[in-house]
C-alpha cells in the first residue's frame, strides 16, 4: 500500500527529513549539541555533575537528572508565550525519563545532571530531535552512558504508516508513536502513542520506528567520530 | 552558582595591571569589541530573525508579527513588545523561571533604544483605528553568556528587525486585504547599543568580557542611533563622576558607526 | 604501537576473557565504552582513556583551587569538580586555631586561589584538603590557565619531558593541579604569559605527532 505514496514533502513514507547535527556549539555549558530534523531546530546544554541546590533534593548514592524542555517564543507559527505550558511539563518529564536510563548516575552521589533543551524551531519531532540532542550534548561532556539514545517518531497519516512525521503530517495523522532506543543494547526508553493503531499497524509502526533509530544513532556517531577524527594522526 | 560570580584574584590583579598600561587580559585594544559574527533569517518560522556573536557570547533575537487591539491611549499605532530571556543553557549563572531583573533590564534597555527613537514607525501598522493594529514581538534569547549581553541583544534585535519580511497588505476602509509577496516592516532608524566598563582607577573599556564585566565594578550602557543621537542611558552597577560619564558617551559615539555599519550591510536598511 | 582506536559511548569493545577497567562496562558476554575516549587493552584489561569529562577527585591528588565561601571554621573551595571541596582552619592553622583570635576571612578570602592536596574523600562526604606540604598554600602572585583535566597527562609528557622544557625555557615555576589548573609564576608577566600560551598550544594540539618539538620551536622563539 505504501508503494508511490509520496508525503506533502516528497519523502517516501519510511524516509527521514534531512539531518544536521553539531556538538560543543556552546562555550559555557559543560556538554552541548544542536540538531536539525528538517525545519525543527533544538539546542541543548549539559551542565554537571554538580553539587545540588537545594540539598534536600539530592540523593545519597546517585545523581539526579533535572531537565526543562521549553520553546522559543519564535519557534512556533503563533508566537508561543515564554512561561511553560502544561506540554512543555510533560515533554520535560518524559525526556528525563528517556535519557537517565542511559546514564551511569550511581557515580555521582549528591549531584545533580542538568538539561536544558531550547526549541528553536518547531516543525514536529521536536521532543525526539530534542533526545537525539541531550545524547549527544551529554556525551560532550563526558557523562559516562550506557549508549548513545537515539529517537524517532512514526505515525499513520492517511492510511500510511510514515516516518518522521512534520508538523503538518503530525496534525493530521491518525496516530502518532515516538519512541527512542539505546541501539546497541536494544533496548525501549521512550515510547507513547496517540491515537488509534491495529496491533498489526502497531508492530509495522515499531519497526520503522527501529530502522529510523538505527539511522539516526549512525549520524549520531559520525558526528561525534568527525569531531574527534583529527585524534588518529597520534603521537610522539 | 557561587563559583561563577567569584573571580579570582589573581585575574583581577592582572586585569587592572594591564588597563594601566592601556592593554587588556584577552589582547584586545582597550576600544575594541571582540569578533562579532551575524546569521541573519536562521528561524523560518519568524518574519525575522538574527544570531549575533560577540566572541563566544552568543544571542537571538526573532521578530514575530500577529494581529491584536491597540493600547487604549494610542489608537492608531502599533504595538511593539521587547521581551527577553536569560535561557539556563547560556550560563551556569541562569536559572529556569520567568525572566528575572537582569532579564527584565535588558529587554527595557533594548526597548527604549527602539521606541524613543521611534525605529519602528507604528503608525504605518494600524489597521482599523481603536480596534485592530498589528503587534511586533522581538524575542531575545540569550544562549551563550561570557558577558555584554546588552550590546549583542540590541544588535541582534535591530537586525532582526530590519530584515523581518511580512505579508504585503493594505488598508481599505479600515478593512486589512493581504496581497501577493511580502514586504518589510517601515524601519526609520538603527539605534546600537555601547556597554563600557572601568576600574575605581583606570580607563574605560567597551564591550567587557564576562571576567571584565565580574570584576571592574563600574558599567555604563549608551544608546546611540545612526544621526549620533543618544536614545538611552542605563548606568549599570558601580558609580562614575560627570566627567566619566561624558567621556563615556563620547567613546560611544566614537564606536557606534561600526556597529550600524554592521547593520546597514546585513541588512541593506538605507537610512 | 597498536592503532588508536576512537570509541563512543555504547559501543562494544571487546567480548571474552577480559577485565573491564576506566570508562567501561560489561553488558552480557561484551565490553562497552560508556565515553568518548581512546580505546587501551592492557595485559587482559580493557579501558578508555577519557577525551572529555569532569574532575574526579582522589585522596592524595595536588589539585589548586578558587576559595569562593568562608565559614567560622573553614573555607569553601572550588576545584572544578562535581563537589567543592572544604579547606579546615585547623588544617591551615596546624591545630592551632581559635575562631575568636583568627577571622578567616583574614587569611583566605573569595577569590583566593590555593594549591592543596586532597587529603579525603569518598562518596558519602565531599573532598577535604590541606595545605601542609611541600608547595602548598595560598598563591599570591602569577597566573593560573586552565586546561581539561584529560590533556593533564600530555602537558607532563613523557618522564616529564614536556613539563620540564616548559620550565626550563619559560624560566617560570609551574604547578600542575591534577583538576586541570596550571598555576605559573616567573621573574617577568611575558615569561608567564608565553608558558600560558604554550599550554594553550598543547590543549589545541595535544592529539597530532611532534608536538614536543614544535613547542621547543615556539618557546625559542618566544610565541608564534
Not at chain 2, 586585569?15 to 587588556?24: G, I, P, Q, T, W
Not at chain 3, 571541596?85 to 575568636?100: M, Q, T
Not at chain 3, 590541606?130 to 593533564?152: D, H, N
Request: hydrophobic share 40%.
Amino acid at each position: 500500500m505504501s508503494s508511490g505514496f509520496v508525503r506533502v514533502d516528497g519523502r517516501l513514507p519510511d524516509q527521514l527529513r534531512p539531518i544536521k547535527m553539531a556538538v560543543g556549539v556552546l562555550d559555557k555549558a559543560d556538554g552541548s549539541a544542536y540538531v536539525e530534523q528538517g525545519n525543527t531546530k533544538v539546542l541543548v546544554a549539559v551542565y554537571g555533575p554538580r553539587e545540588l541546590h537545594p540539598k534536600h533534593q539530592a540523593s545519597l548514592d546517585s545523581a539526579i537528572v533535572r531537565c526543562r524542555y521549553h520553546m522559543a517564543p519564535f519557534s512556533t507559527k503563533e508566537r508561543k508565550t515564554p512561561a511553560p505550558s502544561r506540554r512543555e511539563v510533560e515533554l520535560s518529564k518524559v525526556i528525563k525519563d528517556a535519557v537517565s536510563q542511559a546514564i551511569f548516575l550511581e557515580n555521582f552521589p549528591r549531584t545533580s545532571i542538568d538539561i536544558f533543551i531550547e526549541v528553536l524551531e518547531a516543525d514536529g519531532g521536536t521532543r525526539c530531535a530534542s533526545i537525539n540532542a541531550c545524547s549527544l550534548a551529554l556525551a560532550n561532556a563526558g557523562i559516562p552512558l550506557r549508549d548513545l539514545i537515539s529517537s524517532v517518531a512514526v505515525g499513520k497519516y492517511r492510511g500510511c504508516i510514515i516516518l518522521d512525521l512534520n508538523d503538518e503530517e503530525d496534525e493530521a495523522a491518525e496516530a502518532d508513536m515516538p519512541i527512542a532506543m539505546m541501539p546497541s543494547l536494544n533496548m525501549i526508553t521512550l515510547l507513547q502513542v496517540n491515537g488509534v493503531l491495529t496491533e498489526e499497524e502497531f508492530k509495522r509502526a515499531f519497526n520503522l520506528a527501529v530502522k529510523g533509530c538505527m539511522e539516526i544513532n549512525m549520524i549520531q556517531r559520525e558526528t561525534l567520530r568527525s569531531v574527534y577524527a583529527s585524534i588518529k594522526g597520534e603521537e610522539d | 552558582m557561587k563559583t561563577f560570580r567569584v573571580v579570582s584574584q589573581l585575574v583581577r590583579a592582572r586585569m587592572v595591571d594591564l588597563l594601566s598600561k592601556n592593554s587588556r587580559i584577552d589582547g584586545r585594544g582597550l576600544l575594541d569589541y571582540r569578533e562579532i559574527k551575524v546569521e541573519k533569517g536562521f528561524i523560518g518560522r519568524a518574519a525575522g530573525s538574527a544570531q549575533v556573536s560577540i566572541g563566544s557570547t552568543k544571542v537571538l533575537a526573532g521578530v514575530k508579527v500577529e494581529l491584536g487591539e491597540p493600547f487604549p491611549d494610542v489608537p492608531d499605532k502599533g504595538i511593539l513588545t521587547v521581551n527577553a530571556e536569560l535561557v539556563p543553557l547560556a550560563s551556569p549563572a541562569f536559572e529556569p523561571g520567568p525572566p528575572d531583573e537582569n532579564a527584565v533590564e535588558l529587554a527595557r534597555i533594548v526597548d527604549r533604544a527602539l521606541r524613543e527613537t521611534e525605529t519602528v514607525d507604528l503608525k504605518m501598522l494600524c489597521i482599523e483605528p481603536g480596534r485592530k493594529v498589528f503587534v511586533v514581538f522581538v524575542d531575545i534569547y540569550v544562549l551563550d553568556y561570557d558577558g555584554n549581553f546588552i550590546d549583542a541583544s540590541s544588535l541582534a534585535s535591530i537586525i532582526a528587525l530590519s530584515t523581518a519580511r511580512i505579508r504585503r497588505f493594505r488598508v481599505e476602509d479600515g478593512k486589512l486585504k493581504y496581497e501577493d509577496g511580502y514586504m518589510p516592516l517601515p524601519i526609520r532608524h538603527i539605534p546600537v547599543t555601547v556597554t563600557l566598563a572601568k576600574p575605581n582607577d583606570g580607563p574605560f573599556i567597551v564591550d567587557p568580557n564576562l571576567e571584565e564585566e565580574l570584576s571592574l565594578g563600574n558599567r555604563i550602557s549608551i544608546s546611540i542611533d545612526e544621526l549620533g543621537r543618544i536614545c538611552g542611558i542605563q548606568k549599570l552597577e558601580g558609580t562614575l563622576s560627570v566627567d566619566e560619564i561624558f567621556k563615556a558617551i563620547s567613546i560611544a559615539k566614537d564606536v557606534a558607526p561600526k556597529l550600524i555599519d554592521i547593520v546597514r550591510r546585513e541588512s541593506g536598511l538605507n537610512v | 604501537m597498536t592503532e588508536r582506536r576512537i570509541v563512543l559511548p555504547g559501543e562494544l569493545l571487546v567480548e571474552g576473557d577480559y577485565q573491564p577497567g576506566l570508562n567501561v562496562f560489561k553488558y552480557g558476554g561484551g565490553f562497552y565504552a560508556s565515553k568518548i575516549g581512546v580505546l587501551s587493552i592492557v595485559k587482559q584489561t580493557v579501558s578508555v582513556i577519557a577525551l572529555h569529562g569532569v574532575y574526579e577527585p582522589k585522596v592524595g591528588d595536588v589539585v589548586i583551587g578558587k576559595i569562593i565561601d568562608v565559614g567560622t571554621f573553614s573555607w569553601t573551595v572550588d576545584i572544578k569538580s562535581p563537589y567543592t571541596a572544604v579547606l579546615n582552619a585547623s588544617d591551615y592553622f596546624k591545630g592551632r586555631f581559635n575562631p575568636a583570635r583568627d577571622p578567616l576571612i583574614k587569611v583566605l578570602k573569595p577569590g583566593d586561589m590555593i594549591i592543596a592536596q586532597i587529603a579525603d574523600f569518598d562518596r558519602t562526604k565531599n573532598p577535604v584538603l590541606t595545605v601542609q606540604g611541600f608547595g602548598l598554600g595560598g598563591i599570591t602572585r602569577g597566573i593560573i590557565v586552565e586546561l581539561s583535566p584529560s590533556k593533564i597527562p600530555r602537558l607532563i609528557g613523557r618522564k616529564g619531558s614536556m613539563i620540564n622544557l616548559l620550565k626550563r625555557e619559560g624560566k617560570c615555576q609551574i604547578t600542575v593541579g591534577k583538576n586541570g589548573l596550571i598555576h605559573i609564576v616567573g621573574e617577568k608577566p611575558e615569561d608567564e604569559e608565553l608558558v600560558a600560551q604554550a599550554i594553550r598550544k598543547i590543549e589545541r594540539e595535544a592529539h597530532t605527532t611532534g608536538l614536543t618539538d614544535r613547542i621547543m620551536r615556539f618557546m625559542k622563539k618566544g610565541g608564534s
